[in-house]
């Protein structure tokens, strides 16, 4: 039976990084992929044109953007990290292009190009890929890995084994979580996962006359118990059943971890102004449209759709000339032009989420070579591990760093701190 230094089990961004980097240190590394074919998850990033980074060039501010627990990647921050990963694929071929927010894309808006990329450089680096190769399980003796187990019949044994087996996001793609059974049964803890980067569900009934509607420079808070827990300025989408964009995937992440009940929403349409600022520019759009009627005039600073509800809320009757409002009416359409309150109901599920918040417990992980502290063998890096980003190339990078810093540990031997 052939012997390996190196099994990476899970062929997605993370396992494959891990992968190509052992293998190019020299080590005889094995990749396992249960799908029949690698990165499928890769493919579907930034809506198929893969936000395979972000440009922000302070390493503090980008492990920060990640949450508490953030700190843990700032090692491997350092020694890949976004201008590594820009460099490693213009070094291959891949022409990129740095949009808003620092957001870098290939130029060529193909997610495809990246996994060719990648591809190419496995087989460079002497990678065994073994696709349609599910695990079924990792044998322990001691403190080590003896052996894989799969699925299909058959063993696999190596020097070191790397887990990069993903979440159970996107579960369509093939994530369904086995490796967070594995490493519990190993010995490690897994902080409860949770769908993140997912659509907001919301419990009031109104919310579907308002689907498809698209706002930008929106100001979000989110309220526990008429606490704020977190406020931000970003743009959102109506769905039929709750709220969607680039603000409210980011703020998901907080709100999977709030309960339903007394949990709210809070929007501001105009963040930009003060109540008394918005009110004196609303009554200039009075003055200005004279007697013409109340929607028509409202026109030009919210939706039709958004006034309708909102009038249909306050029971303010939308045909009625301007100049019959009375001040009453027009302070209290102003007060939920600045706080529109929507009941938070849950986070749509892991079918939906771009990521997994929750994972392998990271105080059982080294963060310099994410070699095990249970597991002697074992190194981790990716989804599984209880780290995640907003939208933007955070993720992305959390599997580059990670996976980079694990094949780099695992190839050299340098698994014991």
């Known amino acids: 039976m052939k012997h390996y230094d190196v099994a990476v089990v899970g062929g997605g961004p993370a396992g494959m990084m891990a992968a190509l980097r052992a293998g190019e240190l020299g080590a005889r590394v094995i990749l396992l992929e249960k799908n029949q074919r690698l990165g499928i998850k890769l493919l579907a990033t930034g809506g198929g044109r893969c936000n395979l980074t972000n440009q922000l060039e302070d390493k503090k501010e980008f492990a920060g953007r990640l949450g508490l627990n953030g700190k843990f990647l700032f090692s491997a921050l350092h020694r890949f990290g976004p201008e590594?990963?820009?460099?490693?694929?213009?070094?291959?071929?891949?022409?990129?292009?740095?949009?808003?927010?620092?957001?870098?894309?290939?130029?060529?808006?193909?997610?495809?190009?990246?996994?060719?990329?990648?591809?190419?450089?496995?087989?460079?680096?002497?990678?065994?890929?073994?696709?349609?190769?599910?695990?079924?399980?990792?044998?322990?003796?001691?403190?080590?890995?003896?052996?894989?187990?799969?699925?299909?019949?058959?063993?696999?044994?190596?020097?070191?084994?790397?887990?990069?087996?993903?979440?159970?996001?996107?579960?369509?793609?093939?994530?369904?979580?086995?490796?967070?059974?594995?490493?519990?049964?190993?010995?490690?803890?897994?902080?409860p996962v949770r769908p993140a980067l997912a659509p907001v569900l919301i419990k009031n009934f109104f919310i579907k006359n308002l689907e498809g509607l698209s706002l930008s420079n929106i100001g979000i808070g989110v309220y526990a118990g008429n606490k704020k827990i977190i406020k931000k300025i970003g743009d959102l989408l109506f769905t039929a059943g709750g709220l969607s964009g680039p603000a409210i995937l980011d703020l998901s992440r907080v709100l999977s971890g709030l309960p339903s009940g007394g949990t709210e929403?809070?929007?501001?349409?105009?963040?930009?102004?003060?109540?008394?600022?918005?009110?004196?520019?609303?009554?200039?759009?009075?003055?200005?449209?004279?007697?013409?009627?109340?929607?028509n005039v409202l026109a030009g600073l919210v939706p039709a759709r958004l006034f309708s509800v909102l009038a249909d809320l306050l029971k303010i009757d939308g045909d009625k000339p301007v100049n019959t409002v009375a001040r009453p009416e027009r302070r209290r359409l102003v007060e939920l032009f600045k706080n529109f309150s929507l009941v938070f109901n849950k986070v749509a599920g892991f079918d939906q989420a771009m990521v997994t918040a929750g994972g392998l417990d990271l105080k059982e992980v080294d963060p310099k070579t994410m070699r095990s502290k249970i597991v002697d063998n074992l190194f981790?890096?990716?989804?599984?591990?209880?780290?995640?980003?907003?939208?933007?190339?955070?993720?992305?990078?959390?599997?580059?760093?990670t996976g980079y810093a694990a094949g780099t540990a695992a190839a050299a031997g340098n698994y014991r701190t």
């Open 84 to 191: 590594e990963t820009m460099d490693f694929f213009k070094e291959r071929g891949l022409p990129l292009r740095v949009e808003g927010d620092k957001r870098v894309f290939p130029k060529s808006g193909q997610a495809a190009d990246v996994l060719k990329i990648l591809s190419a450089y496995l087989k460079e680096s002497k990678v065994e890929v073994r696709l349609d190769s599910p695990v079924k399980a990792l044998v322990k003796t001691g403190d080590k890995i003896e052996k894989i187990v799969l699925a299909g019949g058959g063993e696999i044994r190596a020097d070191k084994y790397i887990i990069t087996t993903g979440g159970r996001s996107y579960p369509a793609t093939g994530s369904s979580g086995d490796g967070y059974e594995w490493l519990k049964k190993l010995g490690h803890t897994v902080v």
């Open 380 to 401: 981790l890096a990716g989804e599984i591990l209880d780290l995640d980003g907003p939208t933007g190339g955070f993720n992305l990078q959390i599997a580059w760093s």
């Open 265 to 295: 929403i809070r929007l501001d349409f105009f963040p930009d102004l003060t109540e008394d600022e918005l009110d004196k520019k609303i009554q200039g759009v009075f003055r200005a449209g004279n007697n013409k009627l109340l929607k």
